[in-house]
């Protein structure tokens, strides 16, 4: 089989089949190709589109490009969850320990922020001591013993997803649904899961701008699972604002704190709450209403067991519990200053990537994958989209520990907030839901 003739298949429209995608992806990944030929093909998919199957013959190659976790040994079923990305996400941390705490045990590897959109290992590694390097057989042992473990990434997950995206990134072609969709579900393959709640994000903080966007993306995720034998569920969720308040490493480890003990913003909880039910539902196989597991999951919030739970984790990965469990002990900045609003009325923009890129400029996270961040700068978000506001109240509450980089977030910050002299509605947390099964109900 010749590469160039693969590529002339896709660029004249036709469907590969699966061998041709085999030895395409087996290529990239023992690098028998060259960049260019793999940028030509990336730019015929690009242009081209795949159907279910090409995405779904794709989606395996990748995930079977390197190693394919099986944690059958050490969990009755392996139920994941995956974020397209967003401004305040602390879900990770919160999520995992309500579902360990239900009895489901949990193992996730989660990935670094880049640019706007923050990441769980960052925030992880906010807690003084905690190791997200585990090795595998660390990894789980420490499942087994707790019914929980958080780490980053351990083993040679889908090679091909990382060689592709890096040129993808360089040549324009990240904006295609078959190579999104592949990309995010071989690394949950390759991973193990069996189960996986996606929430995919939509928004002006979000990958995918529109609703439309997000459900194409989101249907094609479900039908990926559905053939390659997972039970999966995506959540349409908003991004168009900040999730909840808190905006910076250690200030969302304190929200996921917050919350855990029971008191957070609404929409936080909700999204929190909702997302393990769906979790606890797909590991149960149940075709019960969701609303029974959701009950579940926050009751763990209500009687500490959820918070219990996340202690035991962060103790098992070497954290300083105390911290833990006196969050004013997480690293402070040294500067905290309020930024007012300048008009009274309600609140019509309140946008997620001006916030996060925000975050950024005080150091919060990375332009590049190789610089570092500061876990204690952050923002505190005041308002959401239709609350009201009185001239000079505080919008944001702003920690940083350099007074340029303060400035600059201050000008970026004249830029989230947009008024409106009439009423505006609050937006939703969830725009939808769309399963890979059919006898899921939904809700
Ligand atoms: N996240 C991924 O992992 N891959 C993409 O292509 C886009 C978002």
Request: proline share 4%; glycine share 10%.
């Amino acid at each position: 089989m010749r590469v160039t003739e693969i590529i002339a298949h896709k660029r004249d429209g036709g469907a590969l089949t699966t061998s041709e995608i085999d030895f395409f992806i087996k290529s990239v990944t023992d690098g028998s190709i060259e960049d260019y030929q793999v940028s030509a093909w990336l730019m015929a998919v690009y242009l081209r589109g795949m159907n279910h199957r090409e995405t779904t013959d794709l989606t395996l190659a990748m995930a079977r490009s390197g190693d394919v976790l099986d944690l059958s040994d050490v969990l009755p079923i392996s139920v994941d969850k995956h974020s397209s990305g967003g401004v305040g996400d602390k879900t990770t941390l919160i999520v995992l320990p309500m579902v360990a705490a239900c009895g489901i045990p949990v193992a996730k590897m989660s990935g670094r922020g880049l640019g706007f959109s923050g990441g769980t290992l960052d925030k992880l590694e906010a807690i003084p001591g905690y190791r997200v390097t585990l090795s595998m057989a660390e990894f789980k042992a420490t499942v087994q013993q707790h019914g929980i473990v958080l780490a980053g990434q351990s083993g040679n997950l889908a090679p091909a997803d990382g060689k592709l995206y890096a040129l993808r990134d360089a040549t324009a072609t990240v904006q295609s649904l078959p190579l999104i969709a592949s990309s995010i579900m071989s690394k949950k393959i390759a991973a193990g899961a069996e189960a996986i709640v996606l929430d995919v994000k939509l928004g002006r903080g979000a990958f995918m701008k529109t609703e439309e966007e997000a459900r194409d993306l989101a249907k094609l995720m479900a039908e990926i699972g559905k053939l390659a034998g997972r039970r999966v569920v995506a959540l349409l969720s908003d991004m168009n604002q900040p999730l909840g308040a808190m905006v910076g490493n250690t200030l969302e480890v304190a929200e996921a704190i917050q919350l855990l003990h029971g008191s957070a913003p609404a929409d936080l909880y909700e999204h929190c709450v909702t997302v393990a039910g769906h979790m606890l539902r797909l590991a149960r196989r149940s075709n019960e209403p969701l609303e029974g597991f959701i009950e579940e999951a926050a009751a763990t919030l209500k009687d500490g067991r959820a918070f219990s739970k996340f202690r035991q984790m962060v103790a098992a990965q070497g954290g300083d519990v105390s911290v833990v469990e006196n969050p004013e002990r997480l690293a402070q900045a040294k500067i905290i200053e309020e930024y007012p609003a300048t008009q009274s009325g309600y609140v019509a923009v309140m946008d997620a990537e001006t916030v996060g890129v925000a975050s950024v400029d005080l150091g919060a996270g990375r332009e590049r994958k190789s610089d570092s961040i500061d876990h204690a700068v952050g923002l505190v978000v005041h308002k959401k989209v239709g609350d009201p506001v009185a001239t000079g109240e505080s919008l944001f509450t702003i920690h940083a520990n350099d007074s340029a980089k303060l400035e600059q977030a201050k000008q970026r910050l004249a830029n989230a907030v947009t008024y409106s002299a009439d009423p505006v509605p609050p937006l939703p947390t969830f725009y939808g839901t769309i399963s890979s099964d059919e006898t899921i109900q939904q809700p």
